[in-house]
Every structure is written in structure tokens, then in C-alpha cells.
């Protein structure tokens, strides 16, 4: 078409618009009104009870405590809670809130190293029984620190001989073990980042994972500890959503609130998680830096019920 007769067929659309009869322009714009009307009347927590199921990390809220925590979580709308006393976890289910993950034996001393195993061993079932107690899907396991004398392959060995004793007793109470990676890069903070730890590689803790072979040992996906690890973290999901048993959350750098002052896109990652047919647990495990920790809470909440 050429560029003259372009425009007089544009001319001509013009004409016949402004044809249209008022009332039924009118309609249109009211139909349109309606529509966002409703929309709008929607909750803004409309979510609860939708695909994203949203647990706290206590810890992260160490000035308040696990009953007044439980409160709040309750009214946002979180399902549960994780990394609190195992003393409170009577109070806290008794409250509504379920717990998502029982602790066990630390980060620090972990089935690397031999020397470790009896401690790691017993604390791992006794974090197995606390979950079937309280219906815990999940007990967290780690690999520990570096220590001169193992080479890779030999903690790579200790830790698969470790948990593979504790293994049949977690598959026979049905309940997970899920592997923590977590970076080794932040010395800022010895909760941001933990230099040192031997399984600071996702890919590392994935094979660990495979070997382990068995759907009740699974990957806990840190969102903040793979994103200064390797970053490219909508690939990684897609890449491993299948041998994960659970997420963490927290803003980059900082491990501070999930605000425009850091660099990951959450809802675009949380989509991506739910786009793998995930239906675990999601835990905030940021460190609030503002003066309301609760509304820091708040507003992660929304931002990821997506």
C-alpha cells in the first residue's frame, strides 16, 4: 500500500469512529468501569488461601517473640511458621499456624566430617520425630564447614554415608530431609553469608541430591544464597524444580527486606516457581532492616502471593 493511500484509509477508520452513537460509547466506558469496580473490591489479601503457601523464618524477627510472631503471621495470612524454639511449637499450632521445617544439627558441624556423624545422626531423628509430631513436611540438613584435611571427594563420601543411615528412618515416618545451600561469599554477617561452608555450590548440593536417590531427600533452594552464588535464578528453578523440597526468600544484596533496594524480581521468581507445579513451603527469611519488622513482613507477603 502506498503511503497516500495509507492515510486516507486511516482518515476514513477516524470518520466512521466518531459515527459511533454517544450512548453506546458510554456503555462501553461503564462496562469498563465495572469491571475495574470489581477488581477493586477485591481483598488485598485475597490470596491467603491461594497457590502460594508462605512460612517465616523466625529467627529474621529475633526481637519478637515466637506467640506474638504467630499473631501477626495469623492476621497476614502466612500458614505457618519455621525456625522458632521447638518449645513453642505447641503454642504456635494451637494458634492455627502449622510449622514447615524442624531444625536439626547446624550449619557449622556438618557430616563432612566424620567426627560429626554421631552428633548429626541423632540430631537429624530427633528433628524427624518433632516433624511428625507437629506435621512438619521437612527437617533441614547441611553439609558443614570446610576442614583442612578432607579433600572434596572424601566430604562428598561422609556426607552421602551419613545420610544415608538416617534416610530409611525419614522415609519410614514420611517425613523430608532437605539439603541447605548457602553462600560463602558474604563475610558481612554471620547470618548473611557463611565463608567457609563446603556446599556453597548449588550444582554440588543438587548432585549430592541425585545420589542420594530418594524422594524424601530433596534440595532446599535458598532464592538469596543462589543468587550470589550463581544468580540466573529463574533458569536454576526450571533446572532443579524437581529435586526441591523447599524455598527460602531475602533481598540481595543485605539479606534485607524484598523492596525496590535490591536487585531480585520476586514476583517473576515466585511465578516461575508456581509454573513448576511447586506446592511447598515459601519461607521470608529476610533480615528487616526498617523500624516496623511487621510491615517489612506485610508488604513480603503480598508482594510474593502472586
Given at each position: ?20 452513537a ?26 491467603q ?31 505457618a ?80 554415608e551419613?545420610?544415608?543411615?538416617v ?69 536454576n ?70
Open positions: 500500500m502506498k503511503r497516500r493511500d495509507f492515510l486516507t484509509t486511516q482518515a476514513l477508520l477516524a470518520s466512521s469512529a466518531l459515527a459511533i454517544p450512548e453506546t460509547m458510554c456503555q462501553a466506558d461503564s462496562n469498563e468501569l465495572g469491571k475495574s469496580n470489581s477488581s477493586s473490591a477485591e481483598p488485598t489479601n485475597a490470596g488461601s491461594g497457590r502460594v503457601r508462605q512460612s517465616v523464618m523466625g529467627w529474621c524477627f529475633a526481637g519478637i517473640d515466637a506467640l506474638t510472631l504467630a499473631g501477626h503471621c495469623k492476621r497476614i495470612g502466612f500458614e511458621m519455621e525456625g522458632i524454639p521447638a518449645s513453642s511449637y505447641e503454642a504456635v499450632t494451637k494458634r492455627g499456624l502449622k510449622i514447615a521445617l524442624t531444625g536439626s544439627h547446624g550449619f557449622a558441624k556438618g557430616p563432612l566430617d566424620r567426627e560429626n556423624h554421631a552428633e548429626v545422626e541423632a540430631k537429624l531423628r530427633a528433628g524427624i520425630d518433632l516433624a511428625v509430631k507437629y506435621g512438619a513436611p521437612n527437617v533441614i540438613t547441611f553439609t558443614g564447614m570446610v576442614k583442612p584435611g578432607i579433600n572434596d571427594a572424601t566430604a562428598r563420601r561422609n556426607c552421602l551419613c545420610w544415608k543411615r534416610l530409611p528412618y525419614a522415609e519410614e515416618r514420611k517425613v523430608g530431609i532437605v539439603l541447605e545451600h548457602l553462600n560463602s561469599r558474604d563475610d558481612s554477617h554471620p547470618m548473611k553469608g557463611h565463608p567457609g561452608y563446603w556446599g556453597d555450590d548449588l550444582h554440588l548440593c543438587a548432585d549430592l541430591v541425585k545420589e542420594m536417590g530418594s524422594a524424601q531427600f530433596k534440595l532446599l533452594f535458598d532464592i538469596y544464597h543462589v543468587q550470589i552464588m550463581h544468580g540466573d535464578l529463574i533458569r528453578i526450571r533446572q532443579y524444580h524437581p529435586l526441591v523440597g523447599h524455598y527460602h526468600t531475602a533481598g540481595n544484596p543485605g539479606r534485607g527486606e524484598l523492596d525496590d533496594n535490591q536487585e531480585i524480581n520476586y514476583p517473576g521468581v515466585i511465578r516461575a516457581i508456581l509454573q513448576t507445579g511447586y506446592q511447598g513451603f515459601i519461607a521470608q527469611e529476610f533480615i528487616p532492616t526498617s523500624d516496623d519488622p511487621i510491615d517489612s513482613l506485610e508488604k513480603a507477603f503480598h508482594l510474593c502471593n502472586v
